[in-house]
């Protein structure tokens, strides 16, 4: 039982951790962009003064409030309706990555000091970086940074088409 398990734990695993590295590698640019665009000064200020215990009470809302839109989005895709569930799953992911990392970001020091969230944090870390140590990830790493180059170019002559026919016009 142990052989079956071990090679499905990875798998699964390797697919937790892809699905979470692409819609981080969208949510930490919308995260930058709410902090330039938006003073929260007095609600940053508010969640730096909460305990630790506060501090995981409240860095766990968004998990536990965003957490059932992935059933909600399977169901709507197992109904055929598979682009609201699309739309519903990552709209729903990136909010929840969103929340969470802004307000990780603000009460790590804290979160740290809880004997079990700073373990189980190290063990997420331990995994994290052995999956980014493999072969496979670095594929994907390389795949998927060759994907966004070739999305850059294509936005850039997009925009120098609709630049020149703007031109054209005048």
Same mark, same amino acid.
């Given at each position: 039982?142990?052989?079956?398990?071990?090679?499905v734990?990875?798998?699964?695993?390797?697919?937790y951790f892809l699905?979470?590295?692409?819609?981080?590698a969208v949510?930490?640019p919308?995260?930058r962009?709410?902090?330039?665009?938006?003073d929260f000064?007095?609600?940053?200020?508010?969640i730096?003064?909460?305990?630790?215990?506060?501090?995981?009470?409240l860095?766990?809302?968004?998990?536990?409030?965003?957490?059932?839109?992935k059933?909600?989005?399977?169901?709507?895709?197992?109904?055929?309706?598979?682009?609201?569930g699309?739309?519903?799953?990552?709209?729903?992911?990136?909010?929840?990555l969103v929340?969470?990392?802004?307000?990780?970001?603000?009460?790590?020091d804290?979160?740290?000091r809880?004997?079990?969230?700073?373990w189980?944090y190290g063990?997420y =870390?331990?995994?994290k970086?052995?999956?980014?140590?493999?072969?496979?990830w670095?594929?994907?790493?390389?795949?998927?940074?060759?994907?966004?180059d070739?999305?850059?170019?294509?936005?850039?002559?997009?925009v120098?088409?609709? =630049?020149?026919?703007a031109?054209?016009?005048?």
């Amino acid at each position: 039982m142990k052989r079956i398990l071990k090679p499905v734990t990875y798998i699964a695993a390797t697919i937790y951790f892809l699905v979470d590295a692409v819609f981080m590698a969208v949510a930490k640019p919308i995260s930058r962009w709410i902090e330039r665009h938006f003073d929260f000064r007095r609600l940053r200020g508010w969640i730096r003064s909460l305990s630790p215990y506060c501090s995981l009470a409240l860095f766990s809302v968004p998990v536990i409030i965003l957490e059932p839109i992935k059933p909600v989005a399977a169901y709507l895709a197992a109904t055929g309706q598979v682009v609201s569930g699309a739309v519903t799953f990552m709209v729903g992911e990136l909010l929840k990555l969103v929340l969470v990392e802004r307000l990780f970001q603000l009460t790590r020091d804290k979160l740290m000091r809880i004997p079990a969230f700073a373990w189980a944090y190290g063990k997420y =870390s331990e995994v994290k970086a052995w999956l980014q140590a493999t072969d496979a990830w670095r594929a994907i790493r390389a795949l998927s940074r060759a994907a966004r180059d070739t999305l850059v170019r294509a936005r850039a002559r997009l925009v120098g088409g609709f =630049s020149k026919l703007a031109a054209s016009r005048d």
